[in-house]
């Protein structure tokens, strides 16, 4: 449900029953025909907006948070994320696999509903910018986002205004945004980048060290 637990929209968070994208909304009911327990809405973000971290995912795991209802959990790809985060203090104790306490930390979508063969649209993370604009406007504290991959990086360049040629996608690098935030960037950590190896714990820990160092300097 969005944050204020209404299940209604706000202004960072979109309501259960979201129709502004015709395909997503098609796929979130058929797949709550076939999952009646799963979560099968758009997946709210999880965290403190007092957060001075924001880490941007792409969208939901059909398997992960669709059905938990919650970003990056239930599935490989989070484990990779919360593992990162708790060697650097971002994280309180994991429980279950699925259930996490996030300190000093945010965690969102570009897209927040699940899309068919996982791949959003651009009209659909167009349609969707506006709440994670409205997210960044929200957060009183935010110094740093972390962005996984060149479509939460490209929807981060979108929310602040920026054209996308203007800052280019590079795993590692930090660019500084018109209103001072760090935006870094890092290679997704999707089941097949990890399997492939474009991204290893290494390379994903010495991101996250670094996102780390800006935290605690801003």
Known sequence: MPDDGTGLATPHAPACDCALCPRLAAYRGANAAEHRDWFNAPVPSMGGLDARLL????????????????PFTGD?????????????????????????????????NAVRCVPPQNLPAPREIASCNAFLAAELAAMPNLRVVLALGLLAHAAMLQASGLPAARLRFRHGATHILPDGLSLVNSYHVSRYNTATKRLTPTMFDAVVASVADLVKAL
């Open 55 to 70: 880490v941007v995912g792409m969208a939901p795991g059909l398997r992960g948070a669709n059905r938990t209802g919650r």
């Open 76 to 108: 490989q790809s989070g484990t990779l994320l919360f593992e990162a985060l708790a060697k650097f203090g971002f994280t309180g104790t994991i429980a279950g696999g699925d259930d996490v306490t996030l300190l000093d930390c945010r965690i969102t």
